[in-house]
């Protein structure tokens, strides 16, 4: 799923005012987090993350990991923080 730019746009305004919901700490994906995840998403279908990975690699990692477990869409990331979207289904 890919979302048009002009939506992802909108998406990112939305998301400004967001503070992080859900933090990934040192430990990484657990199942809690994961079940938090899928929780904020279910609630809010857009939130903001942090991960707290000094690299920048395996926070793009774990980001992928994330939109591919919870079939959500990332919308825009900018250091440690990122926004994923996913569509609420009735």
């Not at 899928?38 to 774990?62: F, G, P, S, V, Y």
């Not at 990991?65 to 994923?84: F, L, N």
């Amino acid at each position: 799923m890919s979302l048009p730019s002009k939506f992802k746009q909108q998406l990112k305004a939305r998301a400004h005012k967001l503070k992080p919901v859900v933090s990934v700490g040192n430990n990484g994906l657990s199942p809690t987090v994961n079940m938090e995840i899928d929780r904020a998403l279910n609630d809010h279908q857009l939130i903001k993350m942090r991960i707290n990975a000094e690299d920048r690699i395996l926070r793009k990692e774990l980001f992928a990991e994330i939109c591919k477990t919870h079939h959500a869409e990332m919308v825009h990331m900018v250091g440690k923080v990122g926004v994923i979207y996913r569509e609420k289904v009735e």
